[in-house]
């Protein structure tokens, strides 16, 4: 069965999307640790990220570079934290996470933010991605 992520991709799932192109997504995570905290995935389904054939692997980590420079750009913060953690999802994925401080890198932490702040956060995000 495909993964919730891929289900994303394909569009059976809804998700505010902040960058695509051919191989790779980023969307907010829905339970976010800080607003603007941002999945990027690569669009082939792997379960474990160093299981990813090299050219996936680095693409994907480009890729994660220029979604980190355009949450900079629009959610305020210090710097952007990348982790890869987590065993919910089996599907490969970056998490983004802007930070003023280590402690907003806390995975325990989760909120639930309104729809419309979800929005606003991914359109920011998205609109700053267009330039790069
Ligand atoms: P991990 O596998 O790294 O522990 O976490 C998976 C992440 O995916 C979690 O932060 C969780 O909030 C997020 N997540 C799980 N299901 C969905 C979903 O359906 N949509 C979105 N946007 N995020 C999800």
């Known amino acids: 069965m495909a993964s919730i992520f891929t289900r994303i991709v394909n569009g059976e799932i809804p998700s505010y999307k902040v960058a695509e192109d051919d191989r790779f997504y980023a969307f907010l995570d829905i339970n976010p640790v800080q607003p603007g905290h941002t ?3 690569p669009k082939q389904e ?3 990220i160093f299981d990813l054939d090299n050219d996936t692997y680095a693409g994907l980590t480009l890729f994660a570079k220029k979604v980190a420079e355009a949450i ?3 959610v305020t913060c ?3 934290g990348m982790a890869v953690i987590g065993l919910e999802v089996p599907h490969a994925h970056i998490h983004l996470v802007p930070m003023q401080a280590e402690k907003d890198m806390d ?3 989760h909120a639930e933010l309104p729809a419309s702040e979800m929005t606003a ?3 920011a995000i998205a609109g700053q991605f267009a330039k790069l």
Request: glycine share 0%.
């Open 107 to 109: 995975f325990a932490r």
């Open 78 to 80: 210090r710097k952007v």
């Open 46 to 48: 792997v379960d474990y």
């Open 39 to 41: 999945l990027v995935i």
């Open 72 to 74: 900079k750009a629009a």
């Open 121 to 123: 956060i991914a359109e």
